[in-house]
C-alpha cells in the first residue's frame, strides 16, 4: 500500500506519463499525411474498448470495495458507487453543454477562418476528453494500491496513442505543419496530469470521497465513449470493424488489470 503523501504526486507522475503517450501516437505525423476512415475507426475503438475495460475493472469495480471496506453493506456500496457514476458524467454533459467544442474528429472541409475557429474548439474538445482520463489514473493511484495505478497508466497510455495520432492528422489535413500538428496534439494530453493531480488531491483530502471519486471518474470517461467515440466510430460504415476493435481494446485492458493488477 502507498503512503497517503505519496499518492498525489505519483497520481500526477502516472498521468503525466499516460498523457505523454498522446505525443508518442503524434509522431505518426511526420510518417502518415492521413489515415483511411476504416483504420481511423479501428484505432479510435480501440481506444474505447480500454476505457471501457478501465472503467469497470479499475474504478467502479474497487470502488464498491472501497465502499464495503468503509462500512458499506453490499447494496448502500453499490448505489454509492453508481450516484457518483452518474454525478461523473452528469458533471462532463454539463461542461460539454456550456463549453462550445467541435465534437471528436468531425472532418474539417477546408482551411479558411471558420475552419480555424472549428479546429480549436476540436482541440478543446479533446482537452475535455483527456481530463477524466488523467483524473482516472491520479485516483486509481490514491486508492492507495501501486499495481492498479500501474495498470491503469499502462492502459490509458496505451490508448492515448492512437488518439494523439488522429489528432495531429486531422491538424495536419486542414494545412497545419507537421510540427506544429504534433505539438498541439502532444499539448491536449497533457490536459491528463491536470486530472490526475485534481483526482489524486480530491482524495487525499478524504478518504471516504474515494468511492464517489472513483465512481465518478468512470461516469465521466463512459460519457465520453458513448457520446462522443461510438457515435463517431459508427456512421461512416464501419460499424463491424469499430465493434470488434472496441471488443479487442477491452480484453486488452481486461488482460492488463487482471494479470498486473
Known sequence: MLLPENTVWLGFIGSLIAGSMTGVGALGVFFIRRL??????ILLSAAAGVMLAA???SLLLPGIEEASAQGFNASGSVIIVLSGMMLGA????????CTPHQHFRKPFPDSDSKALKRIW????????????????????FAKGDLENGLTLTLGIGLQNIPEGLAVAISLLAVGYRSAYAFSVAFLTGLIEPVGGLFGAALVSISQPLLPWVLGGAAGAMLFVIS??????THNRGHEGLATFSLLGGFAVMMYLDTVFA
Open 227 to 232: 457520446d462522443e467515440i461510438i457515435p463517431q
Open 90 to 97: 452528469a458533471a462532463l454533459a454539463i461542461i460539454y453543454r
Open 55 to 57: 472503467s469497470i475493472f
Open 121 to 140: 474548439l476540436f482541440v478543446l474538445a479533446i482537452a475535455l476528453h483527456n481530463f477524466p482520463e488523467g483524473m482516472a489514473v491520479g485516483v486509481g
Open 36 to 41: 483511411s476512415t476504416s483504420l481511423e475507426d
